[in-house]
């Protein structure tokens, strides 16, 4: 339980005895802070955010209670950070990052090499480019603008797809068609150039339920990642999405079980990167939903964090008040999505309780 003195260390001075206040039932009565429970097995627990999030005192007060480890949810992806070719700007970035610095945080990197979230003019640049340093120039950029101050990089992400029919299950990007598959391999050589002490995650999704498609992605996943370790490419972890479904989708305990016993034996570590909890299709009433979205947590933590080279957990936000509903209609009928840790208004969901229990039964690193 965090007293309520070191909630206002935390936020600061006197003037924040109201905010403290006004908070008082919601977080600091809602048991222990993640960041503590993580830290007490040797682990990290963070989430994604945003400068504009940071801004709202309640959210700053809620997320330094809870997280060691923050990434930016989109201020450092290339379309923010390049818009024009050469024209590079970071400080989205280095703002949250000398957040998380100011807090005793780590700070991770997502992402360098996608086929999404690009400036405009870097696909047809890329097509006529005539070698890789259109994206290696970017890598180097920004790998050595944070680097000794990055605690891991999503190097590549979402790189595999095997609905696209490729024998060795990579997404036809445009990244594929221009570089063919060594441009994984050159990101990750180009990251590592630019910062020695960085950990380099390859990032994806769908590699945690139940299905053929989803046996098929954790093939691709494994075959791609003990080829770049035989290669000698400087992989040093795999980052898992998991971004799951409550009503649509469930975990294959045994299959994601087997999955990362495997990446654990290639000597990779794992980080969760972007956990929540789909809460659509399936009922309206909020009880409903908040239970199944803790089930489907827990029934992915308990597997995940039994994993000994399992080293963090973040989730892809921290609370459903920033999260859009998918339509008009969708708001109508089932308001905010409730993914998260918190509610909109920062009350703990049973996610979180699901979280914290997950990581009070793991064991110590
Ligand atoms: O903040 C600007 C706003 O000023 C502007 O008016 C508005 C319209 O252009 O855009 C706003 O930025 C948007 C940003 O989200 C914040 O809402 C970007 O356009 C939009 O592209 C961005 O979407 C992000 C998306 O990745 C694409 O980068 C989402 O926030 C983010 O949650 C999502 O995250 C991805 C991971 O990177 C990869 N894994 C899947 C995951 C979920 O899709």
């Not at 696209?164 to 441009?183: A, E, T």
């Not at 139940?210 to 035989?230: H, V």
């Not at 992915?300 to 399992?310: G, I, M, Q």
């Not at 920033?322 to 840790?341: A, C, D, V």
Request: glycine content about 8%; hydrophobic content about 45%; overall charge neutral.
């Amino acid at each position: 339980m965090i007293s309520r003195r070191a909630a206002l260390g935390i936020i600061g001075a006197a003037p924040m005895v109201a905010l403290a206040e006004q908070l008082r039932p919601s977080l600091v009565d809602a048991g222990p802070s993640l960041r503590a429970l993580a830290e007490a097995r040797g682990l990290l627990f963070g989430t994604a955010t945003a400068n504009f999030e940071l801004r709202q005192k309640d959210f700053e007060f809620a997320l330094l209670r809870d997280c060691g480890i923050i990434v930016p949810e989109y201020e450092l992806k290339r379309d923010l950070t390049e818009p024009a070719q050469g024209i590079m700007d970071f400080s989205a970035a280095d703002a949250l990052l000398d957040f998380a610095h100011r807090h005793g945080m780590f700070f991770r990197g997502h992402t360098l090499v996608w086929y999404a979230s690009n400036p405009p003019w870097l696909e047809p640049m890329a097509a006529a480019a005539p070698d890789e340093r259109i994206f290696t120039d970017y890598i180097r950029a920004a790998v050595r603008h944070y680097a000794g101050r990055m605690h891991s990089w999503d190097v590549v992400n979402e790189a595999i797809e095997p609905r696209d029919g490729n024998g060795d299950g990579l997404r036809k990007s445009f990244w594929l068609s221009r570089f063919g598959p060594s441009y994984i391999d050159t990101a990750f050589h180009a990251a590592r150039d630019a910062d020695p002490s960085a950990l380099l995650v390859y990032n994806d999704y769908g590699l945690e339920e139940e299905g053929p498609i989803f046996d098929a992605r954790r093939r691709s996943a494994l075959k791609l990642l003990e080829g770049m370790i035989s290669r000698g490419v400087p992989v040093g972890a795999l980052g898992l999405q998991a971004h799951l479904g409550a009503f649509t989708r469930r975990v294959d305990q045994r299959k994601l079980e087997a999955f990362l016993n495997e990446v654990r034996a290639t000597g990779l570590r794992i980080l969760i990167t972007e956990h929540d909890v789909d809460d659509g299709g399936g009922p309206v009433d909020f009880t409903t939903r908040d239970r199944a979205v803790a089930d489907a947590s827990r029934r992915f933590l308990d597997v995940a964090l039994d994993n000994r080279s399992t080293m963090a957990l973040l989730t892809w936000g921290l609370t459903d008040r920033y999260l859009k509903p998918e339509s008009t209609r969708e708001q109508i009928l089932r308001g905010t999505p409730r993914m998260l840790p918190l509610d909109a208004t920062l009350q703990p969901t049973p996610m979180r309780e699901a979280i914290a229990q997950a990581l009070r039964g793991a064991r110590k690193r």
